[in-house]
């Protein structure tokens, strides 16, 4: 491949202690920790397959969907359900968590971006509430995207028991979802916009406002993406770096408090984890992202365990699907995009 600069990137040691604990996937995204199995829920997006990591027994298991798959999120009340987005479509999944068993589509809630059809469901959380949040991206390979640097066909959703509701439009790649301590406040990525935004977040309407952006990785000089986030105990976002071999935790006004050095150039996401939340997972993906960088070594697209890092996480939430869910149209918001660049404050 010429004009290519290869990157050999062995398991070097950190500060903390940072083991691959998964292979070599494509594009490793959306961890999820599951106290009841104990165990680390992800998948490998472009590939579709959903993956199930066992801490205590180190045991690995996958199946594969019908489509790519953004996310994963167990169904609150249940041991074997799963909301999933496959290609536009959020559905619940039933999978015994073996390796290969079928995972078999219990029920479709919703289809988004019906206007669009070349877009694709990527990362997705549930909040506080067990409402669940998630946006799209261009079906186009992620390195063209990023080349392009322009706004995108996306959108961002909420699902609940009144339906989907559209509360963005133009995302280029949805990415990083978290909500602050109080409770008041969601965290928001959209790669393509290199900041992080934070809404005013009402937990008892699901309703969201206000944007404002807290962090500008252009400004940082860490020659990254910003991805997936997740938050500790003490208020503070951790911030996957895609091209940036690493992970930082920012302050909640964006002010950065440490790096950690992750031995894989495309870390794409984070979640805390482990019987007492002391352990981030960090996924990573192994793709060509056409920017004359091609990353060789045993830890590319790794899913890696974080111990001694001095902080904990908290648990991640549920989807709930309640008797009430009403699957519908798309429906409105206050937190529409409009002149959305324009209009969120850019205090950060």
Not at 221 to 247: E, R
Request: aromatic letters at 8%; proline letters at 4%.
């Amino acid at each position: 491949m010429n004009g290519n600069t290869f990157i050999d990137a062995p398991c070097f040691k950190t500060t903390v202690n940072v083991v691959p604990i998964v292979s070599s996937l494509e594009l490793g995204e959306a961890p999820h920790w599951d106290p009841w199995h104990q165990a680390l829920f992800f998948v490998n997006i472009l590939q579709g397959y959903i993956h199930k990591y066992e801490l205590a027994t180190k045991r690995h298991t996958k199946t594969k969907l019908a489509g790519r798959v953004g996310f994963i999120v167990p169904v609150e009340g249940t041991r074997d359900q799963y909301v999933v987005g496959v290609e536009r479509t959020f559905v619940v999944v039933r999978w015994d968590g073996e390796e290969g068993s079928p995972a078999s589509v219990v029920r479709e809630l919703a289809t988004v971006d019906k206007d669009v059809m070349t877009t694709a469901i990527n990362d997705g959380k549930a909040d506080p509430r067990g409402r669940l949040y998630a946006g799209t991206m261009s079906d186009k390979p992620i390195g063209t995207l990023l080349q392009q640097q322009a706004a995108g066909l996306g959108s961002f959703y909420r699902l609940d028991d009144n339906g989907i509701t559209k509360l963005d439009d133009g995302i280029g790649i949805s990415n990083g979802l978290a909500w602050d301590l109080k409770k008041r406040a969601m965290y928001y990525t959209d790669s393509l916009e290199f900041k992080i935004r934070k809404y005013d977040y009402d937990v008892e309407t699901g309703e969201i406002s206000n944007p404002k952006y807290i962090f500008d990785i252009s400004n940082n000089s860490l020659g990254a993406v910003q991805d997936g986030t997740t938050i500790d105990s003490n208020g503070n976002l951790w911030v996957a770096l895609l091209k940036g071999y690493g992970v930082i935790q920012i302050d909640p006004n964006g002010k950065i408090l440490q790096r950690v050095d992750i031995p894989a150039r495309q870390v794409t996401s984070v979640a805390f984890g482990g019987p007492n939340y002391d352990i981030l997972f960090v996924t990573t993906g192994c793709m060509d992202l056409n920017d004359g960088v091609i990353q060789q070594g045993s830890c590319c697209g790794c899913t890696f365990m974080v111990t001694g890092l001095g902080v904990k996480g908290l648990p991640a939430d549920n989807f709930r699907l309640s008797d009430r869910f009403k699957p519908g149209p798309t429906k409105g918001s206050k937190a529409g995009r409009g002149d959305k660049k324009e209009k969120i404050n850019k205090d950060g």
